[in-house]
Nanobody, 120 residues
Framework: QVQVVESGGGLVQAGGSLRLSCVAS????????MGWYRQGPGVQRELVAG???????KYGDSVKGRFAISRDNAKNTMYLQMDSLKPEDTAVYYC??????????????WGQGTQVTVSS
């Protein structure tokens, strides 16, 4: 069974840090683009950061300079280091991964989400 699972969320005070992880598992041949998205109360899901298989990155304007995305292709794992957290970063964070499976096709998978809460 192919799945994408996030971990690392929690409650932190403003100014603190958290590190999220996302692991893809199952019959995966390769992973293309990966990304972190978030959805706060009453708002649409937005891109936080993305990373290609070659390591090129992009960030949402609100997190530039505070968050860092990375991946370990050997472990099918992606990370999001979040520093200088603000209350407005409070949201459910989702991992997205474009997975190429053994049937030769590429599918977009989402994780179940991990809650990040930043207290003021």
């Amino acid at each position: 069974q192919v799945q994408v699972v996030e971990s690392g969320g929690g409650l932190v005070q403003a100014g603190g840090s958290l590190r999220l992880s996302c692991v893809a598992s199952g019959s995966i041949v390769s992973i293309n683009d990966m990304g972190w998205y978030r959805q706060g109360p009453g708002v649409q899901r937005e891109l936080v950061a993305g990373i290609t298989s070659a390591g090129s990155t992009k960030y949402g304007d609100s997190v530039k300079g505070r968050f860092a995305i990375s991946r370990d292709n050997a472990k099918n794992t992606m990370y999001l280091q979040m520093d200088s957290l603000k209350p407005e970063d409070t949201a459910v964070y989702y991992c997205n991964a474009e997975l190429r499976l053994r049937n030769g096709r590429t599918y977009s998978y989402w994780g179940q989400g991990t809650q990040v809460t930043v207290s003021s």
